[in-house]
């Protein structure tokens, strides 16, 4: 779900994504799994759900990929390296998700349909687009008893979705600085103005609920950072215990309100504003002290967004809910499924991505040399 860095080397982006995935694995398995009820409204729940894992994901998105288009040789170069960090992974997730459902009794396969059903599935990461344009597969039966056992996915279709739009807004925005960036900012404006009628939630739309449409202004603060970095980077270098107090400070002061959970669907003044002091914060963790070595170049962050609520779907259809023993049960199955993604999907793809990326090189320095 997310954005994946380009010049790790020079940042701590790795780990922060690392840090948003666990965030949304625990902050659902708080829900899902009952392990935190008695907890709720207590200082542990204000800290875990002051930092909204998605948030931070579609910031450092809007960073990061930002970058990536700016540095490409071309749009068709940006979406072949995008398509192979996300595809594979998401092929795989999918059809183990359906595998699942299948041979528990939860999934209606009808030859040529369900073709088109997964394939509209794979390429959007969208499940109710697939319905829409083909057939409804599910029987809402067998051991999931769910028509969906992961429910996260739409956070992808989002993050699609801010890939096609992105590179127009880089186009106009290369041609005419000043007025780009206007645009840019007034689009964040106009997709908060649009959270407020199109969310996950309360007014769900089949449609512009899961793309960037009600998000992008989040992403628009990692854009916008990235455009002016050599302008706005004192501000986040070196400054983290500033942008952390200021963050903590704010918990503190709506803790025991309804807004002590920050909540991107509503986009409520008092989110956005903690919002925009939570991408701060992450865009000064991110440059504020040497990257940590504890990673070892794997990022597991993708493979425990994909599978961390499939392993929570299922222990919930075994009837393990409340038990205290699942804080290690869940976070160590979805761990384990991520790094066999990593290892046997992700690292490959990685590894022809920038095969590919050396020969247009290695092609365009042959060519200049004639």
Not at 230 to 237: A, D, G, P, Q
Request: charge should be positive.
């Amino acid at each position: 779900m997310g954005p994946f860095n380009e010049h790790s080397s020079r940042n701590n982006f790795d780990l922060l994504r690392l840090f948003a995935a666990c965030q949304v694995m625990f902050s659902h398995a708080w829900n899902w799994l009952h392990l935190g009820d008695s907890l709720n409204g207590t200082a542990v729940f204000n800290l875990l759900f002051s930092a909204p894992g998605v948030a931070i994901f579609f910031v450092i998105s809007g960073f990061l990929i930002t970058d990536s288009y700016i540095r490409s040789s071309s749009a068709a170069s940006f979406f072949v390296k995008r398509s192979l960090r996300i595809f594979p992974a998401l092929f795989v997730n999918i059809a183990v998700m359906e595998l699942a459902l299948l041979v528990t009794g939860g999934l209606n396969v009808t030859g040529m349909q369900y073709l088109s059903y997964f394939t509209v599935y794979i390429l959007t990461a969208a499940r109710i687009w697939a319905v829409y344009f083909t057939y409804e597969p599910y029987t809402m039966s067998g051991f999931y008893g769910a028509s969906d056992p992961s429910g996260v996915l739409w956070t992808l279709t989002v993050e699609l979705t801010f890939y096609l739009t992105l590179p127009m807004l880089l186009k106009i925005w290369r041609r005419w600085k000043r007025a780009g960036a206007l645009i840019v900012a007034v689009a964040a404006l106009g997709s908060w103005v649009m959270a407020q009628h199109f969310n996950i939630t309360d007014k769900y739309d089949p449609f512009l609920s899961v793309t960037a449409g009600p998000t992008f202004w989040i992403f628009s603060m990692g854009v916008l950072a990235r455009l002016y970095w050599h302008r706005v980077s004192k501000i986040f270098e070196g400054k983290l215990l500033w942008w952390l107090a200021t963050h903590l400070a704010i918990t503190w002061w709506v803790a025991g309100t309804s807004a002590a959970f920050i909540s991107i669907n509503n986009a409520a003044p008092v989110d956005a504003f903690r919002i925009a002091v939570l991408a701060g914060l992450v865009l000064s963790a991110a440059h504020s002290f040497p990257r940590p070595n504890l990673l070892r170049g794997q990022d597991l962050s993708y493979g425990i967004y994909l599978y961390h609520m499939l392993v929570m779907h299922t222990l919930i259809a075994i009837g393990w809910v409340g038990h205290w023993w699942l804080w290690i049960v869940e976070p160590v199955g979805t761990v384990a499924l991520a790094a066999l993604s990593w290892v046997l999907i992700e690292n490959p793809a990685m590894k022809l991505r920038t095969l590919l990326v050396a020969r247009r090189l290695s092609v365009a320095y042959t060519e200049s040399s004639y």
